[in-house]
T-cell receptor
Framework: AQRVTQPEKLLSVFKGAPVELKCNYSYSGSPELFWYVQYSRQRLQLLLR??SRESIKGFTADLNKGETSFHLKKPFAQEEDSAMYYC???????????FGTGTRLTIIP | DVKVTQSSRYLVKRTGEKVFLECVQDMDHENMFWYRQDPGLGLRLIYFSYDVKMKEKGDIPEGYSVSREKKERFSLILESASTNQTSMYLC??????????????FGPGTRLTVL
């Protein structure tokens, strides 16, 4: 069975400091990993996916198959990054996602 | 812009009532999903539909059923609501890529309270 673990329920970071939201997964197939974000009073939306290898809003995430991790990073936090972040996993080509429990990120001004 | 709408933002029902949650998408997406979102538990998939009249159980289907009679509409049904079904319900849709996993687009959510 596939599983996604986000060990931090809450994370507070000062503005301008680096951010790292942790995501570990357990899956033996060919995983596709995603980060979804929900800003206050907005819908849940895709932030980035590992296949795209792109940086969105200054965030990046690298899939590390050896450590089975897909941590989300940003070098300098901004106040508008405060949100709920979910890591999600699926088998390549499968439409069903398994979500982690989420991390609420708060940026302290 | 993909638009996923849900029939109600807030709903209050009594134990034992039959509850219908409606979701409509306007982008001709093949796939539609129902999740519930609970603090500390994240999003959990209830049911998934990949075509009209087709459905698959998710991780927590007990106590729920679904209906997809038209491509754009996916309904979640609580046959006999119970207090442990108090939650935020999110609908999502995706196009359905061949050989890939498409982005899921979410609705605003329905906060259901069962008294």
């Amino acid at each position: 069975a596939q599983r996604v673990t986000q060990p931090e329920k809450l994370l507070s970071v000062f503005k301008g400091a680096p951010v790292e939201l942790k995501c570990n997964y357990s899956y033996s197939g060919s995983p596709e990993l995603f980060w979804y974000v929900q800003y206050s009073r907005q819908r849940l939306q895709l932030l980035l996916r590992h296949i795209s290898r792109e940086s969105i809003k200054g965030f990046t995430a690298d899939l590390n198959k050896g450590e089975t991790s897909f941590h989300l990073k940003k070098p300098f936090a901004q106040e508008e990054d405060s949100a709920m972040y979910y890591c999600a996993l699926t088998d390549f080509g499968n439409e069903k996602l398994t979500f982690g429990t989420g991390t609420r990120l708060t940026i302290i001004p | 812009d993909v638009k996923v709408t849900q029939s109600s933002r807030y709903l209050v029902k009594r134990t034992g009532e039959k509850v219908f949650l409606e979701c409509v998408q306007d982008m001709d997406h093949e796939n539609m999903f129902w999740y519930r979102q609970d603090p500390g538990l994240g999003l959990r998939l209830i049911y998934f539909s990949y075509d009209v009249k087709m459905k698959e159980k998710g991780d927590i289907p007990e106590g729920y059923s679904v209906s997809r009679e038209k491509k754009e509409r996916f309904s979640l049904i609580l046959e006999s609501a119970s207090t442990n079904q108090t939650s935020m319900y999110l609908c999502a849709s995706s196009f359905g890529l061949a050989g890939g996993t498409d982005t899921q687009y979410f609705g605003p959510g329905t906060r259901l309270t069962v008294l």
